[in-house]
């Protein structure tokens, strides 16, 4: 990323500066980047990529002596789980002039959210002493570590994972996971219109890259307003590939989905997992799917009601699989007291 | 913990959603009949249980509320035919997932009363808030909300 020639080192410099980073996340909003095929031609010739460490090498101290809000746009993926990833959001917010939380980690915690169902010993010990792991010792990880040479350190868990915006200041938010590679190309060729000054960015705190209303609406199975007697698995359910997946009784999270994403899942014959995250105006999205599936729930006795709930094997995993630390209790109690 | 002899009895906050016609009339009933029940809770009248979104006892308890009542007409007496059953099963629903986020079933009550049921209205009231009590403070906004610099930090052990 650094040409020879000194004519397009000059223009490099006024190019606008780009950061993205990984904290807590599995890596896939990078290939959802990556995957917007030759526009990324685009960013990069319309800025200078200046910090992304999964794509170039780059180290904490080039990013430190930069000049306060010296990069122009930073996306951000991952959750906040250790005091690494909570030093560098400090960092990158201070360097950059718009910090976006980009895919579900940043925006609602995501898969490595659900860590904040455990105290930090049992996720601990899933990791490290299960059938699977050969660990005879039993070695576990350590914050501080004496070797001859001197102390090593890594950086340490927190008992809870938090979205970017409740550690720093986010300007906007692109839910997905990760978001879908088309969103990801408009949201690019918009900011890079902005600053041509050829289009207006939104408000801040503005979801981009989205849309407003639910995967419902996006959704172009038949609705009948049928009830039903039980919950099923769509591993062992025949599901009639015209109709409503949750009024055929499979556990589909559209209908507290944000759009955006064309409805993929129920048109390829899957529930709706709730990538996206809450639509706008939802406060808690596991608390309007509790309202939404006991909606299609047949019955007026409380004991049959509760034959029916009992085929949702996981009802928190299933209502919050993305979005525990985003909700409003963001984390259970057993991780919250860590277990004591 | 604080169950020293010397120490108040920790006193619950409890949210409590009544419905317009039955239960809400129940507890002014209560009231007018001068029937003493403990001042725990907070009662929020809705016009109906079935306008009970699971959202507002979410947000009571990552408010700090120690339990949440859920009140309404009894079963066929629903004054929009039949809400109060979609009540129910959301309330079913909402204390498994609840459960699940370790939040004990105990700290939510479904109660039907009707307007003329006062008495029963006080009653449970009074039984729940012991219930509560037994089972001690919640302290979900006071619990790790934000991370303190070490405290939180945790040593795993070799």
């Known amino acids: 990323m650094s040409p020879k020639n000194p004519k397009t080192v000059e223009k490099a410099q006024a190019k606008p500066k780009f950061a993205m980073y ?11 980047v990556l995957n917007i095929h030759e526009k990324i031609l685009d960013v990069d010739a319309n800025f200078e990529i200046v910090f992304w460490p999964v794509a170039m090498d780059a180290k904490y101290a080039d990013v430190e002596k930069m000049e306060d809000g010296e990069i122009t746009l ?24 718009i910090l976006v939380a980009f895919g579900s980690c940043a925006c609602e915690g995501c898969i490595p959210g659900l860590a904040n169902f455990s105290p930090i010993k049992e996720i601990v010990d899933t990791a490290f002493s299960t059938i699977s792991t050969d660990n005879p010792e039993n070695i576990r990880p350590q ?48 900011v890079i219109a902005a600053l041509k000054g050829e289009a207006q960015l939104p408000p801040k705190g503005a979801t981009i890259g989205a849309g407003n209303s639910t995967v419902c609406d996006e959704c172009p199975r038949k609705r009948n307003l049928k009830t039903i007697k039980e919950f099923g698995r769509i591993q062992l359910i025949k599901a009639d590939p015209e109709l409503c997946l949750l009024e055929q009784g499979i556990p589909c999270n559209g209908p507290a989905t944000r759009s955006g994403c064309d409805a993929r899942c129920p048109i390829a014959g899957a529930q709706c997992i709730g990538c996206y995250g809450p639509a706008e105006g939802v406060v808690d999205y596991g608390a309007r799917l509790i309202a939404a599936f006991a909606s299609v729930i047949d019955s007026e006795k409380p004991e049959e009601i509760d034959k029916i709930l009992d085929g949702l094997v996981d009802p928190a995993g299933q209502f919050y699989r993305f979005n525990l630390a985003g909700s409003l209790l963001r984390a259970s109690k057993y991780a919250r007291t860590n277990g004591r | 913990m604080s169950d020293t002899p010397e120490t108040k009895p920790f006193e619950p906050i409890i949210i409590g959603f009544t419905c317009n016609w039955c239960s809400y009339r129940a507890a002014d009933m209560a009231g007018t009949a001068r029937m003493k029940y403990a001042p725990n809770v907070r009662l929020i009248r809705l016009m109906c249980s079935g306008r009970l979104d699971p959202t507002f006892v979410f947000k009571a308890f990552a408010g700090g509320a120690d339990a949440v009542l859920v009140s309404g007409c009894h079963p066929g007496d629903c004054h929009y035919i039949n809400q109060n059953y979609k009540a129910m099963r959301r309330f079913q629903l909402m204390k498994r997932v609840l459960a699940q986020l370790g939040i004990e079933p105990d700290r939510l009550k479904l109660l039907w009363a009707s307007a003329a049921e006062g008495a029963i209205f006080a009653r449970e009231i009074n039984s729940f808030v012991e219930q509560v009590r037994a089972l001690g403070p919640l302290n979900w906004n006071k619990t790790s909300f934000t991370i303190p610099a070490d405290a939180d930090k945790e040593e795993v052990p070799a």
Not at chain 1, 22 to 32: D, N, P, Q, R, Y
Not at chain 1, 74 to 97: M, T, Y
């Open chain 1, 22 to 32: 990984w904290a807590a996340s599995c890596g896939g909003c990078e290939i959802a």
């Open chain 1, 74 to 97: 930073c996306l951000w993926n991952g959750g906040i789980r250790n005091d690494e990833n909570e030093h560098i959001a400090h960092l990158l917010r201070k360097k950059s002039k």
């Open chain 1, 143 to 190: 914050p501080h570590y004496k070797m001859p040479e001197g102390e090593i350190t890594i950086p340490t868990l927190y008992s809870m994972l938090r979205t970017l915006d409740q550690v720093v200041d986010v300007d906007y938010y692109m839910p997905g996971c990760p978001p879908e590679s088309h969103q990801i190309a408009a949201v690019v060729e918009l």
